[in-house]
């Protein structure tokens, strides 16, 4: 369950700022914006689980996939799960909001 307490949204960027396919770093480095080929957001951690890698400025959208380009590990982007070696952590997710043409994460 969410601590909504404690919870911080965020405004990322408008709508047209990300291309689907592309992926953005947000909130310092933390936070990894991505939109899809179909043109759904995700959020995710920015850093990749295997080594330190930003996947919010080097990660490769495929599909519903995240690639690492570092040593190509693959992550669902819904649900931030590895899907095949060397990672084998999840990394973090994050609500994507969008209102009035604004996208926000919720963190
Ligand atoms: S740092 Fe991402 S797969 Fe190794």
Excluded: N
């Excluded at 396919?21 to 759904?40: F, P, V």
């Excluded at 850093?47 to 959208?61: D, P, V």
């Amino acid at each position: 369950m969410e601590d909504t307490q404690t919870m911080k949204r965020q405004l990322a960027c408008a709508v047209d700022d990300l291309t689907p396919g592309e992926s953005m770093t947000l909130d310092g480095g933390q936070i990894a914006l991505h939109r899809a080929e179909d043109g759904t957001f995700f959020a995710t951690a920015d850093s990749c689980s295997h080594e330190k890698w930003s996947l919010g400025s080097e990660g490769e959208i495929e599909g519903s996939e995240l690639v690492c380009p570092l040593h190509m590990a693959r992550f669902d982007l819904a649900s931030g799960k590895p899907l095949c070696l060397p990672a084998t952590i999840a990394l973090a997710t994050y609500r994507v909001e969008i209102d009035d043409d604004q996208v926000y994460v919720v963190s």
